[in-house]
């Protein structure tokens, strides 16, 4: 029986995506999370500024915690403009934490986030994956298995 695919999120506007996840990393579960952000740097990320290429998520007793992600000050920010690689609380639900949680401590899993985007009521959220970490061979599969897809449906379109 196929796996179900994770239910796709209603991304209006994307600031920042983490295209280098999905090949260093095996892609198991994905969540969507709210942002606890200040007012600063929801602005500068309504500009299209902010970056998580390096950036990871931590999971702790306090919660889920985006930690390294890149949101420039805002340009027009006064002396309350916030720092730009705080760690930023990520919400979630309780049960998705504890599941989160179990996953990371036990089965050596990582949380990587995979883009940051406004939904269609306005809100920042981050698309988070649970991943585990591909070796060099996996990623040389991966990449030879992709190349193979994108060769069959060239063949299948010209033949077809």
Do not use: C
Request: proline share 5%; hydrophobic share 35%.
């Amino acid at each position: 029986m196929p796996r179900p695919k994770p239910p796709t999120f209603d991304k209006v506007k994307t600031v920042a995506e983490n295209r280098r996840a999905r090949y260093d990393y095996a892609i198991d579960t994905v969540y969507e999370a709210g942002i606890a952000l200040t007012g600063t740097e929801v602005k500068s990320l309504r500009f299209g500024e902010g970056s998580i290429a390096e950036s990871y998520a931590e999971v702790s007793d306090a919660g889920v915690f985006l930690i390294n992600a890149n949101i420039p000050e805002f340009s027009h920010g006064n002396r309350f403009n916030h720092e730009p690689k705080r760690p930023r609380k990520l919400l979630l639900h309780e049960r998705e934490i504890a599941k989160l949680h179990g996953a990371v401590s036990r089965q050596g899993m990582t949380l990587v986030p995979l883009s940051v985007y406004f939904n269609a009521r306005g809100r920042a959220k981050v698309e988070l994956a649970l991943a585990k970490g591909r070796k060099h061979h996996d990623k040389r599969e991966y990449e030879q298995e992709k190349d193979w897809k994108r060769e069959a449906a060239r063949l299948l379109r010209d033949r077809g």
